[in-house]
């Protein structure tokens, strides 16, 4: 089995969930995470604001606030039953590059997007770097003839058309986020991940 001998606690993956919960707690007792001139204030993206001010640390900001519990909820339940995959998978270094990079990568999607279609769009969430994850776990699979722990092509295709769907039938769901997130997980994972990778978890730490 993959995972055989490793253990199954996934420390970065569980350290992101806790980032993002926390951040969610202290911004809900400074003020409404449903507000959204309150998450402007702290960091959400909008693309006046980068063009004007220069203010491009947004990119990275929004990836890790919510607007409200249950979008933090949604995206958490996600992130803590498919990230530790790709950390058993890749190892936590690898983890890292994909969660962050895939989800600048999102939010420059979705910066590019505002910026063509709608610039007074206020944007925030981790799925950027969720369906980074998501893309890298799919290429991973692929590298792995097909099959890696409980996930199959066939799974992975499911799960993606689907969380694709679903949020394109929400309200309010910024999909360019979404697509340039899973695109950029998986490009990230082709140049950094190779098959049996997953080995040098224990001994480097990688």
């Not at 926390?22 to 507000?35: H, K, N, P, Y």
């Not at 933090?72 to 339940?77: P, S």
């Not at 099959?147 to 499911?158: A, G, N, Q, T, Y």
Request: a negative charge; hydrophobic letters at 50%.
């Amino acid at each position: 089995m993959i995972n055989e001998g490793r253990p199954d606690f996934t420390p970065v993956n569980t350290a992101m969930v806790i980032i993002n919960v926390l951040v969610f707690f202290v911004m809900s007792m400074a003020g409404s995470t449903e507000d959204v001139d309150f998450m402007l204030e702290h960091g959400a993206m909008y693309v006046p604001y980068i063009l004007e001010r220069g203010e491009y640390y947004r990119l990275f900001t929004c990836m890790f606030l919510h607007f409200g519990f249950m979008h933090l909820v949604g995206n958490m339940t996600v992130l803590l039953f498919l990230g530790d995959n790709v950390e058993r998978a890749a190892g936590p270094l690898r983890y890292i590059l994909i969660y962050i990079f895939g989800g600048l990568i999102g939010s420059a999607g979705s910066f590019g997007f505002a910026l063509i279609y709608n610039q007074g769009i206020v944007s925030a969430g981790a799925s950027g770097s969720i369906f980074a994850l998501i893309g890298a776990l799919l290429w991973m699979v692929i590298k792995n003839r097909g099959r890696l722990e409980d996930m199959s092509i066939l799974k992975m295709f499911v799960l993606i058309v689907y969380a694709l769907y679903s949020g394109a039938t929400s309200p309010n769901i910024d999909m360019a986020a979404h697509f340039f997130g899973l695109a950029g997980g998986f490009v990230i994972a082709m140049a950094i991940y190779q098959r049996g990778s997953y080995s040098e978890y224990d001994r480097s730490g990688l």
